[in-house]
């Protein structure tokens, strides 16, 4: 029973790299989730994906880019990364349709930009 | 989103309860009282969510008050993988949009 699997597990770019994390759930569920979190701070939320084919922002959105492929997978991407975007990021997903679903999470990717 | 108060830390002897609790005096009618925790650098795990009545699962059981101001986690039997930090989230069950953490509850379950 996996859940949400996210790759990769850890990762180390240079600065102006570009990179894709990924996330996929089994679970059949329609919400997707991009949070980061950094160092004694909690989650923050950069995009979600309501359902198949939307996508919105969160909180925190500037340098990041979001596809949404199909239900079960959510990528987040980094066109050009910087050292302010070190930080650990978890995927969640959401069965959505009755009102009070919860999210569930994936391990994280943690990335560190040089 | 109401906003909650939880003690920064709390201590537990293995095996015995661990009774958490938070305080969401501003809660409206519709939000959802939910519970995670995070075990160290892995993603939040859910325990368990609840509207007005207790609720019960495997994992914990969530006690709120009448006045819906109030809840307690409880763990009936701590053990060491116990040990994390444990956060309370108000939320509109039906809104999209994040789950808002805030500092949590640093539970050190103790042999």
């Known amino acids: 029973n996996a859940g949400v699997t996210q790759t990769p597990k850890f990762q180390v770019l240079k600065t102006g790299q570009s990179m894709t994390l990924q996330c996929a759930q089994d679970m059949n569920h329609n919400s997707m989730y991009w949070y980061r979190q950094d160092p004694g701070m909690g989650l923050r939320l950069i995009y979600y994906?309501?359902?198949?084919?939307?996508?919105d922002k969160g909180e925190v959105p500037n340098g990041y880019n979001v596809s949404r492929l199909n239900k079960r997978e959510f990528s987040l991407r980094l066109e050009s990364a910087a050292p302010s975007q070190t930080s650990v990021y978890f995927c969640a997903s959401r069965k959505g349709g009755q009102r009070n679903q919860p999210q569930h999470f994936g391990d994280g990717t943690r990335l560190s930009i040089l | 989103d109401a906003k909650t108060t939880q003690p920064p830390s709390m201590d537990c002897a293995e095996g015995r309860a661990a009774n958490l609790p938070c305080n969401h005096s501003?809660?409206?009618?519709?939000?959802?009282v939910y519970w995670y925790r995070q075990i160290h650098s892995q993603g939040p795990q859910y325990i368990i969510h609840g509207l007005k009545n207790n609720e019960t699962n495997e994992m914990a059981s969530l006690i709120i008050t009448e006045d819906r101001k109030s809840s307690t986690l409880i763990l009936p039997h701590a053990t060491l993988r116990d040990t994390a930090v444990y956060y309370c989230i108000v939320k509109d069950g039906g809104s999209q949009g994040n789950l808002i953490f805030g500092k949590g509850t640093k539970l050190s379950v103790k042999p």
């Open positions: 994906s309501a359902s198949e084919g939307t996508t």
């Open positions: 501003t809660i409206s009618g519709n939000e959802y």
